[in-house]
T-cell receptor, first 110, second 118 residues
Framework: RKEVEQDPGPFNVPEGATVAFNCTYS??????FFWYRQDCRKEPKLLMS?????NEDGRFTAQLNRASQYISLLIRDSKLSDSATYLC???????????WGLGTSLAVNP | NAGVMQNPRHLVRRRGQEARLRCSPMKGHSHVYWYRQLPEEGLKFMVYLQKENIIDESGMPKERFSAEFPKEGPSILRIQQVVRGDSAAYFCASSPRQESPSSLGRAFFGQGTRLTVV
């Protein structure tokens, strides 16, 4: 089993749609969780951290389910500019090494 | 406040040559990470360095690859005797001095160096 797994997609949605991605992780000792966004041939950029209680940033909502070992990202009212690959990132333990998922590709269509 | 600076942005090397990739972290950041992203694959951790120290090199191939972060100057990822399979995007990231787990993951990435081996 991979340490961090994501559905690669692609997810094709119309503008204004709500879309959700899940990411599962294998190490129950994982401490920190993040969603990054990567545009084609660009560097990854931090989208948001994921907190135990769940957190929201505008149209984006992130949630953590420790019991089932997954995190999710919900995007409401999708914009064309949301088209990108969304990377799930997990820090497992105290060694500061981040484990990256392969990403979920999202295409928002007009 | 300049971000993480990587150069060159694009590098072409013939098989057997050496490739040197440079990374200057954000001002005030003392932790540097190198990642490799192969075509159609996710980012793979290579090495984590602080100034003059390699903290974790568990992702580095055993041969031909080395990294350093000297007291002065940028971090260098060096690939000797490059092969076609080394063609990839190499990203450097830096993070602040803070040690708390909550700061982990808030790394800032450079724009990457795309290495092509011909």
């Amino acid at each position: 089993r991979k340490e961090v797994e994501q559905d690669p997609g692609p997810f094709n949605v119309p503008e204004g749609a709500t879309v959700a991605f899940n990411c599962t992780y294998s190490n129950s000792a994982s401490q920190s969780f993040f969603w990054y966004r990567q545009d084609c041939r660009k560097e990854p950029k931090l989208l948001m951290s994921v907190y135990s209680s769940g957190n929201e940033d505008g149209r984006f909502t992130a949630q953590l389910n420790r019991a089932s070992q997954y995190i999710s990202l919900l995007i409401r009212d999708s914009k064309l500019s949301d088209s990108a690959t969304y990377l799930c990132v997990v820090n497992a333990g105290n060694n500061r090494k981040l484990i990256w998922g392969l990403g979920t590709s999202l295409a928002v269509n007009p | 406040n300049a971000g993480v600076m990587q150069n060159p942005r694009h590098l072409v090397r013939r098989r057997g040559q050496e490739a040197r990739l440079r990374c200057s972290p954000m001002k005030g950041h003392s932790h540097v990470y190198w990642y490799r992203q192969l075509p159609e694959e996710g980012l793979k951790f290579m090495v984590y360095l602080q100034k003059e120290n390699i903290i974790d090199e568990s992702g580095m191939p055993k041969e031909r690859f080395s990294a350093e972060f000297p007291k002065e100057g940028p971090s260098i990822l060096r690939i000797q005797q490059v092969v076609r399979g080394d063609s990839a995007a190499y990203f450097c990231a830096s993070s602040p001095r803070q040690e708390s787990p909550s700061s982990l993951g808030r790394a800032f990435f450079g724009q990457g160096t795309r290495l092509t081996v011909v």
